[in-house]
């Protein structure tokens, strides 16, 4: 079974400065890996998604994440937030089990909170 | 529509009753997903459905949760004897094929127990 865990539930940062949002994960076999945004009152949307390839993955809105076999992570990362980053961000894995279904399981969320 | 609708939005019951929510998820999409979101706890998994195959049932919390999909599209979500600690976000989810892609979740059903 695969299990996340987002080291911070809150993270301040003043805009413009660089923010990075750490993710860790667990599993026993090759997985895909996912940050989902959610910004106040809405649903989640992709940010970006490593399934292989490149270990520097590039999303929407001027985020990167890396792909880190070897400590088991995908912290996300931005040079310059603004204002409008302001959303909580979760970290996702999927792994595909013996039924072949690809369930995909969610971090605790971290909340960023972009200070003018 | 363009993206996955759920109903109601909004739902205030009182402990005992059943409710029922909607989700209706993007045309074609074969992989429809339900996610429960409390307050701290992030995205709880619930369960899957995939085509024709049996439903991922391992999520769910109790038997008082069940789930169907019904023609492979719109998906009820239904809770019996709802409890307080039932009160929060239902999210639902689809994706296309069975690939490991993208998710598109609708903007959730929140349930409050009184």
């Known amino acids: 079974a695969q299990s996340v865990t987002q080291l911070d539930s809150q993270v301040p940062v003043f805009e413009e400065a660089p923010v990075e949002l750490r993710c860790n994960y667990s599993?026993?076999?090759?997985?895909?890996l996912f940050w989902y945004v959610q910004y106040p009152n809405q649903g989640l949307q992709l940010l970006l998604k490593?399934?292989?390839?490149?270990?520097l993955v590039k999303g929407i809105n001027g985020f990167e994440a890396e792909f880190n076999k070897s400590q088991t992570s995908f912290h996300l990362r931005k040079p310059s937030v603004h204002i409008s980053d302001t959303a909580e961000y979760f970290c996702?894995?999927?792994?595909?089990?013996?039924?072949?279904?690809?369930?995909?399981?969610f971090g605790k969320g971290t909340k960023l909170s972009v200070i003018p | 529509g363009a993206g996955v609708s759920q109903s109601p939005s909004n739902k205030v019951t009182e402990k005992g009753k059943d409710v029922e929510l909607r989700c209706d998820p993007i045309?074609?999409?074969?992989?429809l997903y339900w996610y429960r979101q409390s307050l701290g706890q992030g995205l709880e998994f619930l369960i899957y459905?995939?085509?024709?195959?049996?439903?991922?049932k391992s999520g769910l919390p109790s038997d008082r949760f069940s789930a169907e999909r019904t023609g492979g599209s719109v998906s009820t979500l239904t809770i019996q004897r709802t409890q307080q600690e039932d009160s929060a976000v239902y999210l639902c989810?689809?994706?296309?094929?069975?690939?490991?892609?993208?998710?598109?979740f609708g903007e959730g059903s929140r349930l409050t127990v009184l």
């Open positions: 599993s026993s076999v090759s997985v895909y």
């Open positions: 045309s074609g999409h074969t992989a």
């Open positions: 989810a689809s994706r296309q094929g069975s690939s490991a892609g993208e998710l598109f």
């Open positions: 459905f995939q085509g024709n195959s049996a439903p991922d």
């Open positions: 996702a894995v999927s792994e595909r089990s013996g039924a072949g279904s690809y369930q995909l399981t």
């Open positions: 490593y399934l292989s390839g490149s270990t």
